[in-house]
């Protein structure tokens, strides 16, 4: 007997397989994880048992998952009509088909995409599930939802799915704050729904870069892993389902306000995007995953000789914010682009306080004009001095924020987002201020377009090369005329994003949202490297970046040397420490440099000439995270594809156990071919500013050392007894 379901799809690539069957009349994921090999056999015999004391037929667990299948979980979609109905569909198989160009259900071992249809007509609902299995074995998932009814439906949630099999037993997430971003927390699998909320109107500094699911003590660099990241910079719900039947589904969705999303007859909605990695070697080989999506973006800043990207070099920056805060004199200014300029600096960003009325945080955002009675001239003269030295310029705006005090709010009040449809000048009430600031209404086509016409002015009569896009705060009781409306402002900030970009292709726009507030996949899909924290500290910088990136390459990743004492936390920690921390990404420095110490200055020169040397295998190499089972001391580093050198830090977060740390083991090496290991930084004599708490350092941190990659990874080196808070800087070079 012919079924009249279609026919299994698999989607195969890079170790990972997805695979779909629809023999129940919907659409479920029968696998994802593992490759299965060419050969499928019979899915129908898959037919579970009915226990006692259950529904009698088997349970579906749906691509969409849904009560009318028995589902007993969250289900994938909540809506209704108006006067209550459809509160419940069932969904079943329209059409599933291969996308890609020359798959065919006869021969699908090379598909990696697929659309897949499910309707109920009598609900008047569509469904339309576009998956892709990229070539690195990232998954990508959405779904579109069409009202195909004569009525208003009222859209709850629609929820992104995918299923865990039972050695997922441990769960990995990161949360944070302000100058504390993206630290791991853990905890084991156990029945219930476990749910991280974010109702910022942005990302979020405790939203979760990353959710893995993995099998019993996963690790950096084994274990089996199932991780998602979930593609969007407004509210959201990532989320584990696990069932008392055993089954579990790891899930995201954008979190809607209360009537939000009202779909009219015709109309649509289409999710944002999940994306999911498999690795059975651990969190390293997620993080090659993405690491292979980003770079085979067309657009992606990659660097020279890297494959795919724009091709240019990620150039060495400074930003003047912890140099000079307000204060815009230009003699500093330039005095500051001068000594910038001498250590080998090839990008100048201005920050904060060069538009009108902006002389500290009370005032201005929204009047960007340049202020005439701070730059008579302009912003011209800092721009000459700039790139007479052979840098670029760069800006920092705050397109989406508004003080109550300033030009632009006087002429329109009803630009302010909030709860109310009436202005605050006419007694509507206003959102609770942060840093004495609001949200322009970006879905006001007016307000949209007078930002844009701004910015983009000011991209046009100036030479900058580079936008610093901040944006200082969560969006609260978030309103259109009365209405929610954070959905709708994400999709018009985003526009924003595009048309400048459209408008100005050669100008580079960083991500900051006070730091790492909005970091995702949906916000870097339209710029080119994110600000990961306000904080400079180095030691909270290792956790930052080191999770930041268990996702994001080093090349998107803004990493600066700040000042000897840390203005955010206070500590105070050697050059050499700063230094290799801000190495291991797009480095820059936001410091005052003329106050350096000239020790401090050679140790930057020769910092920056080390990270121009190497920073095409750092920013296309893959990243590597030992498990050295020490509490406080890690390594980490960065190998070339082609596995002919790499760079390594280890690092001494706080004070060890025992009193000289032992032989760590230096992981990603070609185990066959023999490497020269040697120090670079610092010597154990006049820059180490009491890095070592030891006589002599191991012979090798002198002398180097010659072995065999296995040799390397399975002995490793003695490493010198470093103090905490201190890092030293190891090159691998084969020979």
Known sequence: MVSPHPRPLYLRSAGTSLLLAFHTGEAQIVHWGADLGEVLPDLELLRPP???????????AGLVPQPSSGWLGRPGLRGHRANGTAFSPAFQIVSAEYSDAGATAGHPASATSAVVIQADPEAGLEIRSTIRLNVGGLLELCHTLTNTGTNDYNLDELALVLPLPSQATELLDLTGRWCRENHPQRRSIEQGTWVRSGRHGRTGHDSSLLVAAGSAGFANRSGNVWATHFGWSGNHEQYLDSLGDGRRMLGASELLGSGELLLGPGTEY?????????????????????????????????????????GKARPVVLNTWEAVYFDHRIEPLIELAESAAELGVERFVLDDGWFRGRRDDHAGLGDWYVDGTVWPEGLTPLIDAVTSRGMEFGLWVEPEMVNINSEVVRAHPEWIVGPCSTPFTEGGRLPMEWRHQHIIDLVNPEAWQYIFERISALLSENNISYLKWDQNRDHTEHGHNGR?????????????????????PNVEIESCSSGGARVDLGILQRTDRVWASDCNDALERQTIQRWTQSVLPPELVGSHVGPTQAHTTGRTHGIAFRAITALFGHFGMEWDIRQASNEDRQVLKRVIKIYKEHRGMLHSGVRVNADLGVPNLQLHGVVSQDKSQALFAAVALASLAAEVPGRAGIPGLDPKRTYRVEALLPSDTEESHGAFAQIEPPLWYREGFTASGAFFAEVGLPLPVLRPEQAILIKATSV
């Open 50 to 60: 009915i226990p006692h004391s259950a529904f009698d037929t088997p349970v579906v």
């Open 270 to 310: 289409t999710t944002p995007t999940l994306y999911a990695a498999y690795s059975d070697h651990g969190l390293d080989g997620v993080t090659e995953r993405f690491y292979d999506w980003f770079r085979a973006r067309p657009h992606h800043v990659g660097t020279q000789g890297a494959e795919g990207g724009s």
């Open 484 to 504: 929610a409306s954070v959905h709708h402002q994400t999709l018009a900030a985003y526009r924003l994003f595009d048309a400048l970009k459209a408008a100005h």
